[in-house]
Nanobody, 115 residues
Framework: QVQLVESGGGLVQPGRSLLLSCVVSENMFNFNSMGWYRQARGKLRELVAEINIGGRTTYAESVKGRFTISRDGAENTVYLQMNDLRPEDTADYYC?????????WGQGTQVTVSP
């Protein structure tokens, strides 16, 4: 069973930074892509950033220039560096691993951006 474990969430003030980490229980290159999604209260889950097996990255328009997704194959870890955080970034953030049409999810980590 694939396991994804996120960490790094918390409460921060606007303009500050957070680094989210996601450790995968197996070789991350077994998957077509790895990504971060978020779900704010009362809203649908949305893609934040994704990195495919070839290293190509995709970002939501709302986070371009502020968030960076990266990976460490030796550690089977995917990161989301979040800079210049805004109150609208407040959400539960979920790590995702996708193999063909199958999605695997972590348990989520909460990010709250508030003065």
């Amino acid at each position: 069973q694939v396991q994804l474990v996120e960490s790094g969430g918390g409460l921060v003030q606007p303009g500050r930074s957070l680094l989210l980490s996601c450790v995968v229980s197996e070789n991350m290159f077994n998957f077509n892509s790895m990504g971060w999604y978020r779900q704010a209260r009362g809203k649908l889950r949305e893609l934040v950033a994704e990195i495919n097996i070839g290293g190509r990255t995709t970002y939501a328009e709302s986070v371009k220039g502020r968030f960076t997704i990266s990976r460490d194959g030796a550690e089977n870890t995917v990161y989301l560096q979040m800079n210049d955080l805004r109150p609208e970034d407040t959400a539960d953030y979920y790590c995702n691993a996708r193999l063909l049409r199958t999605d695997y999810w972590g348990q989520g980590t909460q990010v709250t951006v508030s003065p």
